[in-house]
């Protein structure tokens, strides 16, 4: 069996040749063609990759295989991918099919990466349990073990990509996240995921939702996997007026490096006010996985935590309802019948969206309609400096800031029906995004349900090199102690 | 009661509410600008709105020409098609 096996061992594998290009991606399209857990809206066909595959392993005959060769990846149905159906889980996108290749995913393809299929997510990322797709939730690979009947949500948007890699049918999955879509998933399904700073991967040919906050990244079974697909995704582009030019880093060189002198991490006492003990357990179990490392634990206090939801709310919804705007079923995307111009918007829209995301563009429409335009997004926006100068201020003192990744472990399919109540599942990743600053879910033991949990580490702007040499150790020491 | 006009707002959304649904849209709203209503208590007046978060993205191109698509292509997915063009219902008159 190869599945959970790192993408550097299964390179190693289909170098020496114990195993075909072919046969390693067979194993996991297997899996992923029963979709027992409604985690693909595609299944690419064999036949469809089968030039992909024979020039792969022509690479590793040859012996100039690619960093990502041959290596059978998710991708989330919110990135373009050239003549394959994208449809961010939408009605509205459901038949579109898109004539260029998203800068992300172009970048995994010239790495010689395959892809098995679209992993189904919140229809246009808007949601944190993947109940919001037009084609069917996402079922959590995990079960409560108190209660093994019940279905339970995989966690969202990128619900999909976390179920996907869990469930054993692709080595890792592109995720986005905007508020906490990448993290919160592979917390919810026991995995890594990674969200970079904002500006490191190009956001071009990825459906927009809020353009400030949006940010692709991968959800996989160990942090050197993350790195892996760092390498290959986080690169300048001038297609994106956001993409950073600074200079990236090798992550996977040095992955393995012992730290080289003290370093301080923050936990906020703030986040942890309203938990529950099962979650504080989370970040007391790894300060004593660390505790024979150089490192300080230092206790240290937000002063915005309880506003960053509110100002995500308002930030996200009025982004995403001028990115909204776009779908009027003229140009591409599903048309509903109209007499008359007007109509055909109104008709294609209204019968094109779903309930959340009818919600969001409504909720931004009113925070950016007349009148209210500066009550609520300039304060938005204005708070929004204030949350990152408050995380600048902890990072004067701190090198990495530690925090449980959510506030509960996965939750019942149609249990949360308040919308409050499933925003408030972000409280720990959202400020984060606001700041734009990279964020990594490692998976840090079970709950009493035997279901998994996640703790967050929070880095400097484009300091995803330490982060993931930390997150590395963290790895390590929990596998030791397993 | 709030002063939110759900039917102004869905106009401006180009969005048809069903008459059923207002109700559940408008309640929601409310609901949600509530929660969201606690920024008020901030005092803001000397802070800059934060736009884009790195705040050090340059990224100017020559404006050269590049041709990344055909008309065929920018045209596959229209709904309707007439010729080079993406057809409507007359608009004028």
């Known amino acids: 069996m190869l599945k959970r096996q790192p993408i550097s061992s299964l390179v190693d594998s289909l170098k020496e040749k114990k195993i075909s290009v072919q046969e390693l991606f067979d194993q996991f399209h297997e899996v992923a ?77 010239n790495d010689g990466a395959i892809f098995i299929g679209k992993n189904n997510c919140d229809e246009f990322a808007m949601g944190s349990s993947n109940e919001t797709s037009h084609f069917g939730p996402v079922v959590n690979p995990w079960q409560n073990k108190n209660s093994p009947s019940e279905k339970l949500v995989p966690g969202g948007s990128s619900g999909g990509s976390a179920a996907a890699v869990a469930e054993g049918s692709c080595v890792a999955s592109m995720g986005t996240d905007t508020g906490g879509s990448i993290r919160q998933p592979a917390s919810l399904c026991g995995l890594v995921g990674l969200k970079p700073t904002f500006g490191s991967c190009s956001r071009w040919g990825i459906v927009a939702f809020a353009s400030s906050l949006d940010q692709a990244g991968p959800i996989t079974n160990c942090v050197e996997d993350a790195a892996y697909i760092l390498n290959s995704i986080s690169k300048h582009d001038f297609n994106d007026s956001t993409s950073s030019n600074y200079q990236r880093d090798d992550y996977i060189k040095d992955i393995d490096k012992k730290l080289d002198h003290k370093i301080k991490i923050g936990i906020p006492s703030d986040y942890l006010k309203n938990v529950t003990p099962e979650i504080t357990a989370q970040i007391e179990n790894t300060k004593k996985l660390l505790a024979g490392h150089d490192i300080e634990f230092i206790d240290v206090a937000f002063e915005t935590t309880d506003y960053a939801l509110s100002t995500y709310y308002i930030i996200a919804p009025a982004e995403a309802s001028s990115n909204l705007a776009r779908y009027d079923g003229i140009r591409y995307g599903v048309r509903e019948g109209g007499s008359n111009l007007d109509d055909i918007y109104l008709n294609s829209r209204t019968s094109g969206f779903g309930d959340e995301v009818t919600r969001r563009i409504l909720i931004g429409t009113y925070v950016l309609s007349a009148g209210y335009y500066d009550a609520y997004y300039r304060q938005a926006q204005k708070v929004r400096r204030l949350i990152k100068d408050d995380f600048q201020r902890i990072f004067q003192e701190v090198d990495f800031i530690l925090t449980p990744t959510t506030p509960n472990e996965a939750f019942k399919i149609g ?68 | 009661m709030s002063d939110i006009d759900i039917k102004r707002i869905s106009y401006l959304a180009k969005l048809k509410l069903p008459s059923e649904k207002e109700e559940f ?69």
């Not at chain 1, 012996?63 to 889980?89: E, M, R, V, Y």
């Not at chain 2, 600008?33 to 340059?58: F, G, M, R, Y």
């Open chain 1, 33 to 109: 063609k029963e979709n027992k857990n409604n985690s693909y809206n595609l299944v690419l066909d064999p036949e469809y990759q089968k030039s992909n595959i024979k020039a792969s392993q022509e690479r590793y005959s040859a012996g100039t295989n690619l960093p990502l060769d041959g290596i059978p990846l998710g991708i989330k149905d919110l990135f373009c991918t050239k003549g394959i159906t994208t449809t961010a889980s939408s009605k509205i996108l459901s038949n579109f099919i898109p004539q260029y290749e998203s800068f992300v995913t172009q970048q995994l393809l």
């Open chain 1, 415 to 482: 249990e949360k029906l308040d919308p409050i109540a499933m925003y408030m599942n972000d409280v720990f990743t959202v400020p984060t995004s606001l700041a734009g600053l990279p964020g990594i879910s490692l998976p840090s033991g079970l709950s009493s349900n035997g279901l998994p949990l996640g703790v967050q580490i929070i880095g400097n702007y484009f300091e995803e090199k330490k982060l993931l040499q930390l997150s590395n150790l963290i790895e390590k020491e929990l596998s030791f102690n397993e």
């Open chain 2, 25 to 93: 849209y408008s309640r929601s709203l409310e609901d949600i600008i509530q929660w969201v209503d606690n920024l008020k208590k901030i005092d803001t007046s000397n802070i800059k709105p934060l736009h884009n978060v790195t705040e050090v993205t340059v990224s100017i191109r020559n404006d050269n020409i590049e041709k990344n698509n055909t008309p065929e292509d920018v045209l596959k997915n229209s709904p309707e098609r007439a010729q080079n063009f993406f057809k409507v219902p007359k608009v004028v008159e």
